[in-house]
């Protein structure tokens, strides 16, 4: 069992492991037979909550939330659910000890909290029935856990989320994001879905990109921005989530279509904006510049590419775009950035030309380090 909780509740909980700060939540290797006891104090803000609760669900842990009064509202509610935290409690001035202590020992299925899960019309909430067996308040007992016979590996790599972005226009993040996507499916055995999610930006991209007006006529399409779900089309293994083409929409409900994808698979965020929201939830934050004098010596270009980097700290990984021998880039404004040299002009426009990927297959020898870089040296 573990808990994340104010100091002063330690006399309380003796019998758990205590991680008081944030980075200790954040290091700590969980599985599905913890339980993770998180409440809105230990964070210093929401995003930051965020973080936490999509680090411990990725790893199978069940998450019980401890919150405040002034912060219990119906759209919380659903955002946890949408992270598959049915066990939320909000207390006033003090906190009742024996809720706690009885749903740590009967978990909520996600039919009593139906009225908060996305794709459900129930309007009403089942009862909790509390046992009415009276309890000791002096001693806290932990719920037995059940630990399973044969324990099934999961061999394939795990849900993530990458956010390619860039600091100026035609940098080449698109670009990038459909290298990334297509070079897992290709190299990355077990991976069961790469998703490229289109974030609200001034030019979407991939309806005209990939020509999908020949696979559905437009009028009979359902984009994300108008139902919240949005449809997907399959490219060579690869599922495109794009918005509407030609238009530009910012739409900052979006967040929860990032996370119903996020479940199966890879999800790769083609973006463009400084969203912090977003960039908390990253697991990889891929910065795209181009190789071009006239950019980087752009004092303003620098100043957001340093707010870019207090932002996504560690999560950061910087691709030097169209990259050649003669660039000559000091190694203390990027640190350690990867590299990703010219591909054929041919070979790209033709790829565009058909409404295709690029044939990533041909120049692996290219493209898998920069995947494999962002698997296994940044986990």
Known sequence: MYLAFPVDLRDRFSGSEWLIYPKQVQETRFTPEDTVVLSEWIAKDRAELLQMLHTVQKQGARIVYVGSKTEETEEW??????YRVYDFLFFGEEMVLKELEDL????RSPQEVARYLPESKATSVPTIVEEAETRKRSR???PSRKVPESPVLNPRPPSALWVVMGLWPRSGVSTVAQLLAKTCVETQPGMDVVTILEAPRPWPRLWEYFQLEIEKPIDKVKFW??????????????????????????????????????????TIVDADDLDETLLSLADQVWCVLDCDPTYLALADLGEKYQKL??????????VMNKWTSVVRIPRDVFESPVTLPYLPPEKVQRALWEGRFFRVEEHLDVLEPLVKWGWEERR
């Open 77 to 82: 509610k659903r955002q946890l659910c949408l």
């Open 104 to 107: 740590l020992e009967h978990p």
């Open 140 to 142: 806290f007992r932990w």
């Open 225 to 266: 921005t108008q139902d919240g779900k949005g449809e997907t089309f399959v490219k060579e293994g690869v599922q495109l989530v794009p918005l509407p083409p030609g238009k530009s929409i910012r739409d900052e409900k979006w967040i929860p279509v990032v996370l119903r994808y996020l479940k199966q698979g890879l």
């Open 309 to 318: 980097r207090d932002l996504a700290k560690d999560k950061l990984i910087t």
